[in-house]
């Protein structure tokens, strides 16, 4: 029984992708209703766009920099938060950039690939907040570009925040994916690393992704909110029975 599994686990690590945000309102990238299936990543999420196309750059993260502060949490955040914080979950690793768990309390979230909740100067490196974007104030004090503080397809990702989730990973006894595609590297190579390590790999995946091969577990049926608030309660039923 996973609960019970999680319960007594000694590191479970928790791996997001942008169907743990759906459920909020924002939609994700490569399901049929995703942002990819009406805009082509290389025209907006690379350094060539903000270089060469940033009108289509400036209001393609805008509409990104809107729905992040319109739309809140879910559900699902707030549980993850409030197993991190009782230490049940080791750390969040994520993909997504809406600044989510953390608003929802976790207290340790390694993101991947940067944040909306900031934007800062292609030039100087002057950090603002995330409204300049949606003022369209698009450049800084001393003249430069405003860029979101997030990672663009072709960058590298910090390696501060790779070397933590490679430790977190290898470690992890219970790896958790939720909501992610996992065809995005190097993100997709964690939940790979910590099966290699001997964690039991769990994908919570609406479709089919291509390291259900290797996971111990795969749910398709069960959106991850319900499985969420599915394992919230039995894990506080078998709390009961110690
Ligand atoms: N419950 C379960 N699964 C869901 C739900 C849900 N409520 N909502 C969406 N999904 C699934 C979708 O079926 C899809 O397979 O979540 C997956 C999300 O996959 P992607 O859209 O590819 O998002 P992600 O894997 O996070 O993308 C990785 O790609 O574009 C870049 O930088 C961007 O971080 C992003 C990265």
Redesign the pocket.
């Known amino acids: 029984m996973l609960a019970e599994k999680i319960r007594d686990a000694k590191s479970v690590v928790i791996f997001?992708?942008?169907?743990?945000?759906?459920?909020s309102g924002l939609?994700?990238?490569?399901?049929s209703h995703?942002?990819?299936q009406n805009v082509n990543?290389s025209e907006v999420?690379t350094i060539e766009a903000l270089n060469n196309n940033v009108t289509q750059f400036f209001e393609f993260y805008r509409t990104r920099v809107l729905g992040v502060r319109e739309y809140q949490p879910n559900q699902?955040h707030y549980i993850l938060a409030k197993w991190a914080n009782e230490g049940l979950v080791s750390t969040i690793i994520t993909?997504?950039?809406d600044g989510f768990h953390t608003a929802a309390g976790a207290p340790e979230v390694l993101e991947?690939?940067g944040t909306l909740r900031t934007v800062h100067c292609q030039t100087c490196g002057k950090k603002y907040s995330n409204v300049m974007y949606e003022k369209q104030t698009y450049y800084c004090q001393c003249g430069g570009t405003l860029r979101p503080s997030?990672?663009l397809?072709g960058e590298f990702l910090d390696e501060h925040v790779m070397f933590k989730a490679t430790v977190k990973s290898e470690k992890s006894t219970i790896f958790i994916v939720?909501?992610?595609?996992?065809?995005?590297s190097p993100?997709?190579y964690f939940p790979e690393l910590a099966k290699q390590h001997g964690a039991y790999l769990v994908i919570?995946?609406?479709?089919?992704?291509p390291l259900d091969a290797i996971a111990d577990e795969v749910i398709?049926h069960?959106?991850?909110?319900?499985?969420l608030t599915r394992m919230d309660e039995e894990i506080t039923q078998l709390r009961k029975q110690r």
């Open positions: 997001t992708g942008a169907g743990m945000s759906t459920e939609p994700d990238f490569r399901s995703g942002v990819w990543p999420a699902g993909q997504n950039v991947l690939h997030v990672v397809f939720l909501g992610s595609s996992l065809t995005v993100a997709n919570v995946n609406a479709e089919p992704t398709q069960e959106r991850i909110g319900a499985f």
